[in-house]
């Protein structure tokens, strides 16, 4: 099956600062979500985006599905963006729309 | 509001003993997914369901059941099968166009099980 690698596996950040996460897939897919995991275990939708750019507040995200890598980018992060964050792709084909994930980032960032 | 609801946020389930725990949308989603989370570990796929009385194994499918009799309801039942002493569940649904496929997922608030 697909293969999901995220990096780097941890990131440690001084609020203010700016950061980009990386996610590699193996084969080519349908779809691919960006999730934040807050600290309660939630699992919040921040973009969904098989290919191209998209941007919303301080966080964007672009897709190159041709080179199967996507980037997450937090500008002037601040506290309360701190926690695990997971790519996840679908395949297509037989898959039936369920999605792969990263082993994650986890992002802490200090006051 | 629309959304995904899971029950109960925690349970705790002795060895021997099968459990259920419960998820219930109303986006009208035509597929639902269970996924279990380990310490430390991203999500994994248990089952899944396209609709209304189908449902095929994921890749951690072992020691697990399901159902879907409605649309809104993906039920999961842990056997006392299932060893892993404590994990995250987590229920996703998400959308089906004729033209584009599967749409985005969305999850619920997860339930915690433990095994005392």
């Known amino acids: 099956g697909i293969q999901v690698e995220q990096s780097p596996p941890d990131l440690i950040l001084q609020e203010g600062a700016n950061s980009t996460l990386r996610c590699n897939f193996s084969d080519s897919v349908n779809n691919l979500q960006w999730f934040h995991q807050n600290p309660w275990g939630q699992l919040i939708n921040l973009f969904y985006i098989p290919s191209g750019t998209k941007q919303n507040g301080r966080l964007s995200a672009t897709t190159v599905a041709t080179e199967r890598y996507s980037l997450l980018y937090i500008s002037s992060s601040q506290t309360t963006d701190s926690g695990v964050y997971f790519c996840a792709v679908n395949a297509g084909g037989t898959s039936y729309g369920k999605l792969t994930f990263g082993q994650g980032t986890i992002l802490t960032v200090h006051p | 509001d629309g959304g995904i609801t899971q029950s109960p946020k925690y349970l705790f ?40 009385n189908d449902f095929q194994k994921g890749d951690i499918a072992e020691g697990y059941s399901v159902s879907r009799e409605k649309k809104e309801s993906f039920p999961l039942t842990v056997t006392s099968a299932q060893k892993t002493p404590t994990a ?18 969305h999850f619920g608030d997860g339930t915690r099980l433990s095994i005392l």
């Open chain 2, 13 to 52: 389930r002795k060895e021997g003993q099968n459990v259920t725990l419960s998820c219930e949308q109303n986006l009208n989603h035509d597929a639902m997914y269970w996924y279990r989370q380990d310490p430390g570990q991203g999500l994994r796929l248990i089952y899944y369901s396209q609709i209304v």
């Open chain 2, 88 to 105: 995250f569940y987590l229920c996703a649904s998400s959308p089906y166009l004729l033209d584009r496929g599967f749409q985005p997922q």
